[in-house]
């Protein structure tokens, strides 16, 4: 069951400068965040707090990315302080690879040092946890 979280009012729908992230649960203790849209600092605080809403009822949190077409430091730093989120509470944080600017801001600023980011062709190895969203493309 797909939700798209709008924060900070509810968690029904939200659709911002061209921003959504779309919630799903497998029931097994994983959830995938899909992300569409410009990750920036105006869109960055939705993201945090969709993840921080996640992180509370799952072990794995799969954050795909491949749909983000932009995105600055500030959604590095949310994606960061995520996944140091999930080590401390024995949680696990995997990022599916996004498009080519996404790739090169996790690297200009090493935070690809301290993620798993998986490759989109390693989604069956997660037990195909989602197999729609197994067919999103990158946009950018």
Do not use: K
């Not at 659709?15 to 869109?43: M, P």
């Not at 809403?53 to 600055?72: K, W």
């Not at 080519?100 to 090493?110: G, K, P």
């Amino acid at each position: 069951m797909s939700q798209t979280l709008a924060f900070p009012s509810n968690f029904e729908h939200v659709v911002a400068r061209e921003f959504v992230c779309i919630v799903d649960a497998d029931g097994d203790g994983r959830e995938w965040v899909r992300v569409v849209g410009e990750l920036d600092i105006a869109t960055a605080p939705w993201l945090e707090q969709t993840l921080l809403h996640v992180e509370r009822r799952a072990r794995l949190v799969v954050l795909d990315l491949r749909e983000v077409t932009f995105m600055d430091s500030s959604g590095v730093h949310v994606i960061a302080d995520a996944a140091v989120r999930a080590r401390r509470s024995n949680g696990r944080l995997m990022l599916v690879r996004g498009c080519s600017q996404v790739d090169r801001m996790l690297a200009l600023s090493h935070a690809a040092d301290l993620l798993e980011i998986a490759e989109p062709d390693t989604l069956q190895a997660l037990g195909q946890l989602l197999p729609t969203l197994a067919e999103a493309r990158c946009v950018a």
